[in-house]
């Protein structure tokens, strides 16, 4: 069965980082495109970031500049760097890999 572990999430103060990762059961996942999404309080979930197997990438508007998202086929793991946050940024963070999610992990930046 595969699994979706998801690691990196808390508090933070405005400005400050994080680094969330997304480590995956199974040895396939270097085909699939890789992505980290998001869900704030009272708000539908969106896109944060993707990451294809050839490593192009695409960012929502609001955290280009701010987040970065990589892969390592190796460890079948995915990261979000995440730099200059803001408290809009709160929200629980899910990892997807192909039709899998990650349990998500509570991303709170408030001072």
């Known amino acids: 069965q595969v699994q979706l572990v998801e690691s990196g999430g808390g508090l933070v103060q405005p400005g400050g980082s994080l680094r969330l990762s997304c480590a995956a059961s199974?040895?396939?996942?270097?085909?699939?495109?890789m992505g980290w999404y998001r869900q704030g309080p009272g708000k539908q979930r969106e896109l944060v970031a993707i990451?294809?197997?050839?490593?192009?990438?695409n960012y929502a508007d609001s955290v280009k500049g701010r987040f970065t998202i990589s892969r390592d086929n190796a460890k079948n793991t995915v990261y979000l760097q995440m730099n200059s946050l803001k408290p809009e940024d709160t929200a629980v963070y899910y990892c997807?890999?192909?039709?899998?999610w990650g349990q998500g992990t509570q991303v709170t930046v408030s001072s």
């Open positions: 997807n890999i192909g039709i899998w």
């Open positions: 199974g040895s396939i996942f270097s085909i699939y495109v």
């Open positions: 990451i294809r197997p050839g490593g192009n990438t």
